[in-house]
């Protein structure tokens, strides 16, 4: 794909519970923008409180796309979201106004931003490692995958058996680590790349209140609401989602479902930043600064 000439496109990036959603909204009002979810749970229709979804009001008029487009049964598909998320963007320019991708799952932001082709797949491959993910269960294919790319490993959650898979598929089937058939960045549209992250004692406190106010805002009603979340492999998957279901089963109480959630967000926060802080063209701002939304306008224009 060519580069898009004089198209901008603005990301803000960076660890869950920096502050990304605000810095977005103030930034659609400054700028004429639209927000496009790069937050690869957030896709899913009815994950709201977990996933820390800006409800219609929270979003102040300012248009959203690609929320709440797949059910929860459907596994996440970063080819498909590549192509809707370009889709919108183009759409967003060709009304003059200015596209915002926003999230922290930074390998659907790349995709977006890049020329990026995904390794192609064999089913009878594919069909082999998640019968074995059946059997044994995410943390022996991880083992598996540390050993034959590390790199890979450490941007995986051991939890991730879809992720896990597919990682082992492509060595499988290149002969090379997972992370070797990530191309080199060739940007399709001119790009402002805008982080935010905080301090880490500050972004744990930040996590442990969201994960409180999850449980109090109802997490628990939602998860026994949403109609073939255990069928999803990769929604059922999802941080607090995975701890609410234990609950709802009897294995984990309330507090070590909620310590769980906790702890599993902050590793989560880890690889957010590895994978992001690779990335040399991210500006990074600091969420908590009262300057931030004029530094990051002064990035922006």
């Avoid at 008029?61 to 598909?77: K, M, Q, S, T």
């Avoid at 309330?254 to 959630?261: C, F, G, I, L, P």
């Avoid at 599993?264 to 939304?293: H, M």
């Amino acid at each position: 794909m060519s580069f898009r000439t004089g198209q901008r496109v603005v990301t803000v990036v960076g660890p869950t519970a920096a502050g990304k959603s605000a810095l977005s909204i103030a930034l659609a009002h400054e700028l004429g923008g639209e927000v496009v979810n790069a937050d690869s749970m957030q896709l899913y229709r009815g994950m709201d409180i977990g996933t820390a979804k800006l409800t219609p009001a929270e979003r102040e008029g300012i248009p959203h796309h690609l929320l709440d487009i797949w059910d929860v049964r459907e596994p996440a598909a970063v080819a498909e979201y590549q192509r809707l998320a370009r889709a919108a963007i183009d759409g967003i320019l060709a009304r003059g106004r200015v596209p915002l991708l926003v999230g922290g799952s930074g390998l659907y932001v790349r995709a977006v931003c890049e020329d990026f082709e995904f390794p192609g797949t064999d089913p009878a491959v594919r069909a082999r490692l998640e019968e074995e993910l059946t059997v044994t269960g995410p943390a022996v294919l991880h083992d598996r995958l540390r050993e034959r790319d590390p790199d890979a490993a450490e941007r995986i959650l051991p939890s991730n058996g879809r992720r896990i898979v597919r990682a082992l598929e492509v060595i499988e089937l290149t002969g090379r680590p997972f992370t070797a058939s990530l191309p080199d960045p060739r940007p399709v549209y001119d790009t402002v790349q805008i982080g935010v992250d905080r301090e880490t004692a500050v972004l744990d406190e930040r996590i442990a209140l969201r994960v409180d106010l999850m449980w109090a805002a109802g997490l628990i009603g939602e998860v026994r609401g949403l109609d073939g979340l255990r069928d999803g492999r990769t929604a059922s998957r999802a941080l607090g989602y995975q701890q609410a279901l234990a609950q709802i089963d009897g294995l984990l109480t309330e507090e070590q479902a909620k310590a769980d959630t906790v702890q599993g967000t902050r590793r989560f926060v880890r690889r957010q930043r590895s994978w992001f802080r690779r990335d040399p063209s991210i500006t990074w701002l600091d969420g908590g600064d009262e300057k931030l939304v004029a530094d990051a306008l002064r990035l922006a224009r």
